[in-house]
């Protein structure tokens, strides 16, 4: 975690974070996990009669995650609270249980319908509770040792709990095994919403034509399936934290209270602001289609075309100061989404005991932010600053564009570019500093200067993937790839930064050092 250098003890910064070495985290810290998990589930089905069949499904998965940290006297984190100890609990569980009805008959005989209905219910849990204890005077017990803290604080256990309803219709009907038709509807109830807003109704529909069906088809002995489909349906989004519609209550270290004999209280306040409209983020979406087979479908593949609207997107907005509040969910904004994907698959051997295919995929997109509140606003992430603005891309980094590292004082003197704090004065950049580009030309770098520096969206993306299978003996190999999209790399802002006590890499020895260097690293 930090440097493995130790410094000469008469040094002026010596302190006792410094004094930590790589050999302190060997000798004196314990770091323990004890994971239990366990899964289970049932599928039943009940063939009532020759129309009706009933399934059931239901499963769980609980997971309880124990860990214990141990800083010694070694350690600066020790040293500075006389042994510290953290121990955490997780503990998650979710629970699924479907119940499904399907009605299955013939229409004469030139179609067949396939209906179903269904009631499914999820719960998920999640609890948190974190210990840490301090002020030790006997260290050999080490994580164990929780009874020898001289001081013990139970953190606010975090809770997070939510349950979703979901009661869904569909029917499948086939006319002469040509002419296809779906339509469905599903209604999703998520306790995350407040009431009144908690449920959301998503129908959708489809046509298709399996063309190699026809008459006028079935001589071209090269083609074993050519179908056509349109389909247009609505889905939801309910990423949200639970609670986050509520005003809910929160310890607060900073706010000190006593009763009548002077004994401190702990204070609670409220920690989010509520927004009882919140509901479900909507995406309708058209898509276009075409699935192939040739060749006894040896080849086959599919294209897709697609157009996706997203209304009442879910936004975390960052609030005024005055407000008392970091930030809060708001539905606000749409957004508009086009796109292509195609995809191949080949059977190049077809042997009783070998197979083997070869495939791959390709697709582009192009997003577009075509409503938000005060029609833009930034969100900080890892350091980093991504631009939400209409008419530009969803996600774009924002941030200032650089060209280079000042060589000498002649160079930097010469561009005079300055920064302004918030006294009014001026600090001129002098070589070795970053040469930032002064977009409206006024030698000031601030933030008129920022501009779109990244898009982390792909021109090209896509898949290439195989399968081998020898009789019962099978391999997958899967390739994904991401062409032309900009990466955030958080890593080099942490491990070439040049602030942090972090171990840094190689490339910090080319920063910037001495008059008349070239170099893209600037000084410490």
């Known amino acids: 975690d930090y440097a493995p250098f130790e410094m000469p003890e008469g040094d002026p910064s010596f302190n006792n974070e410094n004094k930590t070495t790589v050999f302190s985290w060997l000798n004196d810290y314990v770091d323990v996990t004890a994971d239990k998990t366990f899964k289970a589930s049932l599928d039943l089905t009940w063939k009532i009669n020759k129309f009706f069949r009933y399934n059931l499904r239901t499963g769980g998965n609980l997971n309880i995650n124990e860990r214990k940290r141990w800083y010694g006297l070694q350690l600066y984190q020790g040293m500075n609270n006389q042994g510290l100890l953290a121990l955490s609990d997780l503990n998650k569980n979710n629970v699924s249980v479907e119940n499904i009805l399907n009605y299955s008959t013939k229409l004469k005989s030139f179609a067949t319908l396939d209906a179903t209905v269904g009631v499914t219910y999820e719960d998920y ?11 030790f005077t006997f260290f050999e017990m080490r994580e164990n040792g929780l009874h020898m803290a001289g001081n013990v604080n139970n953190a606010q256990p975090i809770q997070k709990d939510y349950q979703l309803v979901s009661y869904l219709g569909r029917a499948n009907l086939s006319i002469f095994d040509k002419y296809l038709i779906t339509a469905s509807l599903r209604a999703d109830g998520s306790s995350k919403f407040a009431k009144g807003s908690r449920w959301g109704y998503f129908p959708s529909a489809s046509l298709a034509w399996r063309m190699e069906q026809e008459e006028f088809m079935k001589n071209i002995s090269w083609l074993s399936q050519l179908k056509i489909r349109v389909s247009y349906g609505v889905t939801g989004n309910q990423s949200i934290d639970p609670y986050s519609t509520f005003s809910m209550y929160g ?3 900073n706010l000190y209270y006593a009763d009548g004999s002077g004994n401190a209280q702990t204070a609670f306040t409220v920690t989010n602001l509520s927004n009882n409209s919140l509901k479900w983020e909507k995406t309708a979406s058209w898509n276009g289609g075409v699935d192939f ?7 086959s593949g599919t294209l897709d075309v697609y157009q996706k609207k997203t209304t009442d997107l879910l936004i975390s907005r960052t609030l005024p100061g005055s407000a008392g509040f970091g930030s809060t969910y708001y539905n606000q904004g749409s957004m508009k989404n086009t ?16 197979k083997w295919s070869l495939g791959a995929s390709a697709g582009h997109y192009k997003n577009e932010l075509t409503s938000l509140p005060n029609g833009s606003f930034i969100t900080e992430l890892y350091g980093g600053n991504v631009l939400s603005q209409v008419g530009t891309a969803a996600g774009v980094f924002y941030g200032y564009k650089t060209d280079g590292v000042f060589s000498t004082t002649e160079e930097a003197d010469a561009a005079a ?7 009014g004065a ?14 409206d030309g006024n030698h000031v770098i601030n933030e008129k200067d920022m501009q779109v520096i990244g898009d982390p969206n792909p021109d090209l993306y896509g898949n290439i993937f195989t399968n081998v299978r020898w009789k019962n003996l099978s391999l997958d190999v899967v390739f994904n790839y991401s062409l032309g999209n900009d990466v955030y790399n958080y890593q080099r802002r942490l491990l070439e930064g040049g602030s942090r006590f972090h171990n840094q890499t190689t490339a910090m020895l080319s920063r910037w050092t001495h008059e008349g260097q070239n170099t893209d690293i600037p000084r410490t």
């Open 251 to 253: 310890s607060n270290s």
């Open 426 to 439: 001026k600090t001129y950049y002098r070589a070795g500093d970053m040469k930032f580009v002064d977009g």
């Open 417 to 423: 570019l300055y920064q302004v704090d918030e006294t």
């Open 125 to 135: 849990n999640f609890l948190n509770k974190n210990t840490t204890g301090n002020n």
């Open 293 to 299: 087979g040739l060749f006894n479908s040896r080849l």
């Open 339 to 354: 796109g292509v994907e195609l995809s191949l698959n080949a059977q190049i051997v077809d042997k009783k005991d070998w």
